[in-house]
């Protein structure tokens, strides 16, 4: 065990204003209070890329706001849309679309797991935008972060696949994976697993030896 | 009394629901065992998060994850048992009754490889795999659905006359072009020689192996431990945070096949979803985990 200190982990109320994204720094674990809209699906986002180019309007405003890569699933309650489950997929299957969407939505920080690539994390910088990166497969816990399902937009598409909006409370926790900086965590610790590796198949060929 | 299609479709439905609401125990303590030795604060959180998770899910009744994947099957029978009924259809049904009474309902997954369109239904779904046990009065299932987060990462490569050392260089690239983005720590199979087809199944009954098991040639026990210890000197940590635990285990297996290799990587979330039940020849079920 390390002596590193324990930073207390402090709540963020979604959207996030682009100055708030930048006061964010890398490894920071918070927990998220406010609104966020989900869609785990590829054809959704190609959707907003067409109705950003033709001008069209989307079921509801997304300007500014934020944007996880999460499928959720719920059920009606009184009257409310209550989450059964929600989790983050992975988001370095959307890179080729999220820099125009980051930029054409003025997006101020997308959430899901794995990561983005560079010129998603170029496209965040420029806009003023930061990566939540959350734990897969820990569904029971991050579900107890969100209070129900606003509305849905798209609602031909699949449910995972539909735009939905969610009210959060203590979601998380998070951890800033990509600032608003430029800096990724997924791209340094690639790197530095890169750097490694002739060392570690070094190490390999020394333990074949024995 | 021969096993009939019937305990066949209940079992299948039984274990896949299982295996979407438990982590397995040997997981779980693997899980506890890599938090005690993790050095990075955040990385000990991840690992702690992950285990309050899935205690939630098991005493919750709720889902693991999200994503249920779609159905995967292992089935061994015994050559002493009697069987009764269609046992495909058992298990195509066995699933269609999932979809129609697990509580929380499951999202469409299944998905046509060239459209994309996603069903409950689909060919060759439930993905079967059969296998006999000499002598056994007994048949044995093992449910481990499978989605796009570790099954994606998945890779093979056919040598020709390999050094040991090319196949486990191969093996750290496979590690590295997956990162962090197969939620970490993972348990992570290959396959090593029969052909094509022989090597990805072995890859992937590897990952189902119990962690903590040791395989019977103790070359490939060496193969295991000092690859294990390669992969977590990656850094990527749990779920990417950096940190000592990327693999909770390397499992390898190999079959004799001729002068070239086929070697596959496969890896499995840290959920690990796997269940087996058996049953018995007067058609007892029991489950096994």
Same mark, same amino acid.
């Given at each position: 065990m390390s002596d590193e200190p324990q930073p207390d982990i402090v709540h963020l109320n979604l959207p996030l204003s682009p100055e708030e994204a930048r006061s964010l720094s890398l490894g920071d674990m918070v927990l998220l209070d406010g609104e966020v809209t989900v869609s785990a699906g590829m054809i959704t986002q190609e959707r907003i890329i067409e109705a950003l180019e033709s001008g069209e309007d989307l079921p509801f405003d997304l300007q500014g706001q934020a944007f996880f890569h999460m499928g959720s699933n719920c059920r009606e309650e009184n009257g409310k849309w209550l989450p059964n489950y929600v989790n983050p997929t992975t988001s370095t299957r959307f890179d080729a679309l999220m820099p125009t969407i980051i930029r054409g939505l003025g997006l101020t920080s997308v959430g899901g797991k794995g990561g983005m690539g560079p010129q998603c994390v170029e496209a965040m910088q420029e806009i003023g935008c930061v990566y939540f990166s959350m734990p897969g497969g820990a569904s029971p816990l991050l579900t107890n972060g969100v209070v129900e399902r606003l509305e849905t937009g798209w609602?031909?598409?699949?449910e995972q696949f539909r735009l939905a909006r969610y009210q959060l409370k203590s979601?998380?926790?998070?951890?800033?994976?990509?600032?608003?900086?430029?800096?990724s965590m997924f791209q340094k610790l690639q790197q530095e697993a890169a750097d490694k590796l002739p060392g570690i198949l070094q190490e390999l060929a020394a333990a074949r030896q024995k | 009394m021969p096993i009939t299609y019937d305990i066949i479709r209940k079992a299948s439905r039984d274990l896949y629901e299982w295996s979407l609401k438990k982590v397995p125990d040997d997981t779980l303590e693997a899980l506890a065992q890599a938090e005690k030795k993790e050095t990075k604060l955040a990385s000990r959180r991840t690992l702690q998060f992950m285990q309050a998770a899935a205690r939630a899910a098991e005493t919750e009744d709720?889902?693991?994850?999200s994503d249920a994947g779609f159905p995967a099957y292992f089935v061994k029978i015994g050559t002493k048992l009697t069987l009764d009924g269609d046992i495909r259809r058992a298990f195509v049904d066995g699933f269609e009754d999932l979809v129609k009474t697990i509580e929380p309902p499951i999202l469409k997954?299944? +998905?046509?490889? %060239?459209?994309?369109e996603r069903s409950y239904t689909g060919r060759d779904m439930p993905a079967l795999s059969f296998d006999v046990i000499d002598g056994a009065d007994y048949m044995e299932i093992t449910c481990s659905p499978k989605a796009?987060?570790?099954?994606?990462w998945a890779d093979m490569k056919i040598f020709v006359y390999p050094k040991i050392e090319e196949i486990e260089a191969y093996f750290m690239d496979c590690v590295l072009a997956a990162g962090s983005q197969h939620c970490p720590p993972v348990i992570i199979g290959m396959g090593i020689g029969g052909s094509f087809d022989h090597a990805a199944k072995m890859a992937k009954k590897a990952t189902l192996r119990k962690i903590g098991s040791k395989h019977s040639d103790p070359m490939i026990q060496d193969m295991e431990e000092r690859l294990l210890i390669a992969v977590n000197k990656t850094g990527f940590g749990p779920m990417g945070t950096g940190?000592? +635990?990327?693999? %909770?285990a390397v499992h390898v297996d190999y079959a004799h096949g001729h002068s070239f290799v086929p070697v596959a990587v496969c890896f499995n979330c840290w959920i690990n979803r796997r269940t087996t039940l058996r049953i018995s020849n007067d058609g007892e079920v029991t489950r096994l985990e």
């Open positions: 609602d031909d598409l699949i979601f998380g926790p998070v951890t800033v994976a990509i600032d608003a900086h430029g800096n | 709720r889902h693991a994850c997954f299944i +998905t046509h490889p %060239l459209t994309m796009l987060g570790s099954g994606r940190g000592d +635990t990327t693999a %909770l």
